[in-house]
């Protein structure tokens, strides 16, 4: 008798809570729909329906060999599951939002009549992770977005190559976001959502202070975990370890400023991996004109189309 009691309370707190969760998920959904930005997911993802993939709680402190073995099952998984399509990189831009986007009026970016040429490239699932909710230690992981720029010293091909390597060890793995070629073409390489390993030993100065993210208990804190990491093909003359170069080409710039504008992310949280980097060892992306990029990127209006954040898993 006590025991079909008990059950039934259960029961009855188990409905409860379930009423609960729903009425909150309506109510955010509700306020995105308004245009406000909620804290964990960008308005733009809940209108056209897409959502991020969710972070991880924390990264395991287990044994190199159970990491080892918990990567590789997840490369398995990943590439059971096929290619990306294009509405995992970006959003498509759908005009019927914008008539009732409150938060931004008269911003079409497709009236401005450019858009870069766009691709999609296969990453070995070994050269990026998932986000992180908490640090090695379990402290809170879950900092704004940054933007960090980069060259690729080599050709996009062999940048493309790298990435496309099967990297087992740590040491070895290596991706970015996208990859901006000397024609300005896009390559998508790693969902915004996932963390692409794009800076080592780094950090990140913000208006309050030193932001950088431990991963891996044998490693220095990185940015990456908050980081959205994009590359230009670097030009013939700067394939060496020399300070300059003859720049990039406008279509690399225009393409840039295109891509960093619907990230949503500020000025002021756009920076390069010189700037991030701690090891002394990274100097690009060399010959960048702040002027000609921010000029260009002020011209395009912000959209948060691409969706940085992971989803808090419930
Ligand atoms: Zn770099």
Redesign the pocket.
Known sequence: MKRRLLLTIALIALCLTTFILAVNDRRQLATAQDGTPTSTLAPAALRSGYASTACLIQPTKGTARARRQEMLQRRAQLLASGSFPLSRFRQEFNSASLVNDKAMPGTDPVSNGYAPREEIAFVDPTNYGDRYLADVNGNPATLEPIV????TVGSASSALNLFRAFHPNDNDQVS?HALIKLDGTVVYLVPPDKRAY??GNSVFMGTSGAETVKTNAKFPGSVNNFAY?I?LETPYDGSNNGYSHSGYTLAQYQALSWLVAKTGVADERIT???AV?RSRS?I??RSFSDTTFFSLLNAQPRRAEIAIRCTPPV
């Open positions: 960090v720029l980069h060259e970015y794009g800076a990491h590359s390069t991996h010189k980097d990274r690009d992306p």
